[in-house]
């Protein structure tokens, strides 16, 4: 997960508040980053870079200041105070919901030992030099998996084991034939 990470950050500000609560605003921003940088003070202040986070910010610091100061519920600072804070916690509440739910997973490659140990139903017989298949469940996921068998014949809709991978094919053995061996390992 290591590798090269570069951040550019460009603000330009300019706020003017007369009496009637106005404000006007000016962000540039910049950011360019290898990968994304949770957890760190580099994802920390990298929220400030996300348009997510200055929308949700900018609509609940609006409604907020029109609510609090329309009502007349605070003082104009209070009121100002009080907008910022509900501003920028949805907008980091927003960015940081909004990532966790977009995480990608589907990079993540099931290696031989995930196949090793499962078992699953034969959808086509097995035995000594006939290649069949068997239906496991790997990581969330039904897989169907080529299967060959060195002694056992195993006929379609009966359990099997997978003791080992040998390329793409599976070393498959009777289910319940790999449990009564295990008791006899230990003894």
């Given amino acids: 997960m290591g590798g090269d990470h570069d951040a550019d950050s460009d603000f330009d500000g300019d706020a003017e508040l007369d009496a009637d609560g106005d404000l006007d605003g000016d962000l540039d921003t910049h950011a360019d980053a290898g990968h994304d940088a949770h957890g760190d003070l580099g994802g920390f202040f990298g929220v400030f870079g996300s348009m997510r986070f200055w929308t949700f910010f900018a609509a609940f610091f609006g409604l907020t200041g029109l609510v609090l100061d329309g009502l007349d519920l605070a003082a104009t600072y209070a009121a100002l105070g009080l907008a910022i804070g509900v501003g920028f916690a949805t907008g980091w509440t927003a960015v940081a919901i909004l990532r966790r739910l977009s995480a990608n997973d589907t990079g993540v ?37 080529l299967a060959e068998s060195e002694d056992d014949l195993i006929s379609r809709g009966e359990q099997a084991l997978i003791l080992e991978m040998r390329g793409n094919k599976a070393v ?10 295990v008791p006899a390992v230990r003894a």
């Fill in 109 to 145: 490659v099931a290696g031989v030992s995930d196949y090793v140990g499962k078992s699953g139903e034969m959808l086509i017989a097995v035995g000594p030099g006939r290649l069949g298949k068997v239906r496991i469940e790997l990581m969330g996921t039904t897989v169907d998996v």
């Fill in 172 to 181: 498959v053995v009777k289910y319940e034939s790999a449990a009564r061996a």
